[in-house]
């Protein structure tokens, strides 16, 4: 008999904690969940502002971790930015207003773009995307999906550099963004000629409830396993 799924299911996965160390000597808390199938791709989760409550764990990373690899074949490797703490731990280090955190960025990508051959996509969100557009120029990154990009700190230059660059740029905006909605941010990323922005209507942002958190991770597996697609709501 089927099962809906609910916020807190957990679907097969190997799952194991890991340590990322950066150029500047701290360790960084994360996890690695890998598919116990063939793998699509791996994505590196840049988690939201942890000044206000930002982590690996929040919901909407915590449910792809918890879902992906089964339903989409994709490793999901989550972390703790410098002084970011969740219930895996805290990493080494202070939080630097997005700054140092180059060196996080620069790590963790390096680290999974040598351990693992499939095709690796940055995905940010809020402040993640900020890191995602500054630091994960890597040229092993295959692209980066940006949930409810603010633009807070991403400059002119930042945006420039990817438009030149070329590689797929995907931002996910909600409807009823606090910080940036679709219109705007059309007009904002209009400097990534190959961005693609997908409005998330009546989303928030912070992704909260099962439609919202079902459309993020469909239009992440879209980006990257389309064959996957419809992801299932029963198991």
């Known amino acids: ?42 994505l590196v989760m840049l988690h939201p502002l942890p000044t206000h409550g930002g982590m690996m764990d929040s919901h909407l990373y915590k449910k792809a971790a918890n879902r992906l690899p089964a339903m989409a074949g994709l490793r999901i490797i989550r972390f703790n930015t410098r002084g970011t703490a ?19 960025v620069e ?22 995307t900020d890191l995602a557009l500054r630091y994960a120029r890597d040229a092993r990154v295959r692209g980066l999906i940006l949930l409810s990009p603010p633009l807070r700190t991403s400059t002119e230059s930042d945006l420039k550099f990817w438009g030149e660059d070329g590689r797929p740029v995907i931002a996910l905006v909600p409807e009823l963004d606090d910080y940036l909605q679709p219109d705007e941010a059309r007009r904002r990323f209009s400097l990534i000629p190959q961005a693609k922005i997908i409005a998330g209507e009546g989303i928030k942002h912070l992704w909260v409830g099962e439609p919202a958190v079902y459309r993020a991770l469909t239009e992440i597996t879209q980006a990257i396993n389309p064959s996957a697609l419809p992801l299932p709501t029963e198991i």
């Open 1 to 42: 008999m089927s099962e809906v799924i609910r916020p807190s299911t957990v679907l097969p996965a190997q799952r194991l904690a890991h340590t990322f160390t950066t150029a500047d000597g701290l360790r960084l808390i994360g996890e690695i969940a890998t598919p116990n199938g063939p793998v699509a791709g791996n």
């Open 86 to 104: 969740s219930e895996a731990g805290r990493s080494e280090g202070h939080f630097d207003e997005g700054n140092a955190e180059r060196l996080d």
């Open 107 to 128: 790590a963790v990508i390096s680290d999974i773009a040598s351990r693992f051959s499939e095709p690796l996509w940055v995905v940010g969100w809020s402040f993640g």
